[in-house]
Antibody, heavy 127, light 106 residues
Framework: EVHLLESGGGLVQPGGSLRLSCAASGFTFSNYAMGWVRQAPEKGLEWVSS????????FYVDSVKGRFTISRDNSKNMLHLQINSLRAEDTAIYYC????????????????????WGQGTTVTVSS | DIQMTQSPSSLSASVGDRVTITCRAS??????LSWYQQKPGKAPKLLIY???SFQSGVPSRYSAIGSGTDFTLTISSLQPEDFATYYC????????FGQGTRLEIK
């Protein structure tokens, strides 16, 4: 069974950092792009970042560029999101998600959607 | 950046009703459009990809069409389990979600 399990969320002060992780199982991890999507309390979905299967291509929403870094360790079937300089508006549930397609284009991943999602990890930025 | 606009933002309907949700892109996205269903406290679920292709297990009462800038998701006969929030998502240029359509029981 395909499964994603996020960890690493928590309460952090503004300006702080966290490293989110996502453990993948049940599929050949290196074959698929992966992404992070967040959802602020009582708000809609916001894509945050994606990474190709090899890790060679990364994409970010403008609001996190320079603060967030996505990475993956294909030897351990792990996806990570390093989040720095946290702001109150980063407060959200962060979901890890698997691409349905095996590849990204030059401008995007999730070309055919995100077909497997984790249960999410909550990040709260507050003093 | 490509903006995705869904309408309506919320919708009240009864079991058995036919409902249609519209998603409009600010520029052409070809058919790089997916639809998701999200229930409270749960992760989103992929229903449709490539504008009109069904994910495995999606009931036949769902249908979806569109290309370019205009897309629709239709549920032909609402069932109790269909009441949820629906999101469209483009992946033509990075990724953007629509603001969501909350489908509530009348």
């Amino acid at each position: 069974e395909v499964h994603l399990l996020e960890s690493g969320g928590g309460l952090v002060q503004p300006g702080g950092s966290l490293r989110l992780s996502c453990a993948a199982s049940g599929f050949t991890f290196s074959n698929y792009a992966m992404g992070w999507v967040r959802q602020a309390p009582e708000k809609g979905l916001e894509w945050v970042s994606s990474i190709s299967g090899s890790g060679g291509d990364t994409f970010y929403v403008d609001s996190v560029k320079g603060r967030f870094t996505i990475s993956r360790d294909n030897s351990k079937n792990m996806l990570h999101l390093q989040i720095n300089s946290l702001r109150a508006e980063d407060t959200a549930i962060y979901y890890c998600a698997k691409d349905y397609a095996r590849y990204c284009s030059s401008t995007s991943c999730a070309l055919y959607g995100l077909d497997v999602w984790g249960q999410g990890t909550t990040v709260t930025v507050s003093s | 950046d490509i903006q995705m606009t869904q309408s309506p933002s919320s919708l009240s309907a009864s079991v058995g009703d036919r409902v249609t949700i519209t998603c409009r892109a600010s520029q052409s996205i070809n058919n790089y459009l997916s639809w998701y269903q999200q229930k409270p406290g749960k992760a989103p679920k992929l229903l449709i990809y490539a504008a009109s292709s069904f994910q495995s297990g999606v009931p036949s009462r769902y249908s979806a069409i569109g290309s370019g800038t205009d897309f629709t998701l239709t549920i032909s006969s609402l069932q109790p389990e269909d009441f949820a929030t629906y999101y469209c998502q483009q992946s033509y240029s990075t990724i953007t979600f629509g603001q969501g359509t909350r489908l509530e029981i009348k």
